[in-house]
C-alpha cells in the first residue's frame, strides 16, 4: 500500500522560499504511470494543482505559479520535493502531495498525502 | 484553462435522502472527470473516476455521470459519515482544475 507523508516549515517568512518534501513508502517512485503531484487549498477554500512530476524528471506546472515553482524527484531517496519561491502571505495554504497511482492515464488522485499547514508571515 | 462549476455550493438534507451534485466544464472534456469527498481537517477522497468508475472501497449509493460538459455525482440515500464537502476535478488537461466544492449539511 503505497502512502505519502509530507514534511518541511509550517513557517515561512515573505519573500523567502517555501520548501516541502514528500516521501513514498510502499512502493517506488522509478516507475512508470504515475504523475507525483502537489495540490494546496486555501483556508477554507477550494483545491489548486500546483503541478506534477514524472519519474523520468518531466514537469508540468500551473500557469498562474509556474515563474515561482520548482518541483524536483529523487528516486534514490523515493522523495519528490517542491519550491516556492518568492512567498507572500497569499501563499498561505495546506499543501498535500498526492499522486494517480492506479488510476493513469486519468489524473485522479487516489492517494494523498494528510497535508502540511505553511503560513506565510513575519 | 478549464474552468469546473458546482452547484449547489451547499446543500442541507436529511439521512436517507438522495443527493445529487452537479459540475460544468467550461469545455468539453469527455469523461475525464473526477469526484472526491473531503471531511474537515482531512485529505480529500477519490469516490469517482472516469466520471462514473467507482473507486475501490467506496459504497455503491455513490455514483456518477455524464460525459462532455455536464457531469452529476449522486448519493442515493445519505448516511451520516456522508456529511462533508465534495469536489470534482478535470483529470487529463494541464493545469487540472477543482470545482468550488459543495457541502453536503445536516437538515
Known amino acids: 500500500q503505497v502512502q505519502l507523508q509530507e514534511s518541511g516549515p509550517g513557517l515561512v517568512k515573505p519573500s523567502q522560499t517555501l520548501s516541502l518534501t514528500c516521501t513514498v513508502s510502499g512502493g517506488s517512485l522509478n516507475i512508470g504511470g504515475p504523475y507525483w503531484t502537489w495540490i494546496r487549498q486555501h483556508p477554507g477554500k477550494g483545491l489548486e494543482w500546483i503541478g506534477n512530476i514524472y519519474y523520468s524528471g518531466n514537469t508540468n506546472y500551473n500557469p498562474s505559479l509556474k515563474s515561482r515553482v520548482t518541483i524536483s524527484i529523487d528516486t534514490s531517496t523515493n522523495q519528490f520535493s517542491l519550491k516556492l519561491s518568492s512567498v507572500t502571505a497569499a501563499d498561505t495554504a495546506v499543501y498535500y502531495c498526492?499522486?494517480?497511482?492506479?488510476?493513469?492515464?486519468?489524473?485522479?488522485?487516489?492517494?494523498w498525502g494528510q497535508g502540511t499547514m505553511v503560513t506565510v508571515s513575519s | 484553462d478549464i474552468q469546473m462549476t458546482q452547484s449547489p455550493s451547499s446543500v442541507s438534507a436529511s439521512v436517507g435522502d438522495r443527493v445529487t451534485i452537479t459540475c460544468r466544464a467550461s469545455q468539453g472534456i469527455g469523461s475525464w472527470l473526477a469526484w472526491y469527498q473531503q471531511k474537515p481537517g482531512k485529505a480529500p477522497k477519490l469516490l469517482i473516476y472516469?466520471?462514473?468508475s467507482l473507486q475501490s472501497g467506496v459504497p455503491s449509493r455513490f455514483s456518477g455521470s455524464g460525459s462532455g460538459t455536464d457531469f452529476t455525482l449522486t448519493i442515493s440515500s445519505l448516511q451520516p459519515e456522508d456529511f462533508a464537502t465534495y469536489f470534482c476535478q478535470e483529470a487529463n488537461s494541464f493545469p487540472l482544475t477543482f470545482g468550488g466544492g459543495t457541502k453536503v449539511e445536516i437538515k
Open positions: 472516469g466520471a462514473s
Open positions: 498526492a499522486t494517480s497511482y492506479d488510476t493513469p492515464p486519468e489524473h485522479a488522485f487516489d492517494i
